[in-house]
């Protein structure tokens, strides 16, 4: 596709269940972005990927969420015994290298931990 | 440490008037600057961004934004708002290596 995939769009869960969320970036995009953005929060780093390089994955809360992504292109984070607190939109973005470079977003998965 | 501030959690303006979003970051070098739109329900769409040059950037849909050293901010204005503008908007920084810091957001609404 020509943007950012995301999926699901929506995904409810319960509290102690593992989720699994995917992002399609952009064809020929090598870096590859994780955000959480919380109600009435701005963006919070998650994790990030830039071609073959190891992962910084710095912004990760606790040791329940990970990211990887296969061959360069598709990403799936998880985050295994959900909490309550997980419950946000978590929203995905790649761009062509880095810092310097545009950011494009997906719409984002919209996660409701009961 | 690099940080943006938006001090203005939500801004309510007149369609017509003119609307200026404040943004001020903490940054040691030279910063790239970014200015972001979210609509209800989608995924941030990039308005406009300084790398360098000149200091006053025009973007999509209007928008434009200076940057100011000396004041570490990089406000977004347009002169005439329109109801389709209501939306959350962010700022952002480029820091060092791969990391962009947002701000919190400013939420914008407009009125008839």
């Known amino acids: 596709g020509a943007g950012v995939s995301q999926s699901p769009s929506n995904k409810v869960t319960e509290k102690g269940k593992d989720v699994e969320l995917r992002c399609d970036p952009i064809s020929g995009h090598t870096a590859l972005y994780w955000y959480r953005q919380s109600l009435g929060q701005g963006l919070e780093f998650l994790i990030y990927f830039q071609g073959n390089s190891a992962p910084d994955k710095s912004g990760l809360p606790s040791d329940r969420f990970s990211a990887e992504r296969t061959g360069g292109s598709v990403s799936t984070l998880t985050i295994q015994r959900t909490q309550q607190e997980d419950s946000a939109v978590y929203l995905c973005?790649?761009?062509?290298?880095?810092?310097?470079?545009?950011?494009?977003f997906g719409a984002g998965t919209r996660l409701s931990v009961l | 440490a690099q940080s943006v501030t938006q001090p203005d959690i939500h801004i309510t303006v007149s369609e017509g008037a003119s609307l200026e979003l404040r943004c001020n970051y903490s940054y040691g070098a030279t910063p790239y600057l970014f200015w972001y739109v979210q609509s209800p329900g989608q995924g941030l769409q990039l308005l406009l961004k300084y790398f360098s040059g000149d200091t006053l950037v025009q973007g999509i849909k209007g928008f434009e934004a200076e940057f100011k050293r000396s004041q570490s901010s990089f406000n977004l204005r347009k002169p005439s708002v329109h109801w389709s503008d209501a939306a959350e908007y962010f700022c952002a920084v480029g820091a060092g290596g791969f990391k962009t810091i947002f701000g919190a957001g400013t939420r914008l609404f407009v009125k008839a």
């Open positions: 973005a790649s761009s062509f290298r880095d810092r310097g470079d545009i950011q494009y």
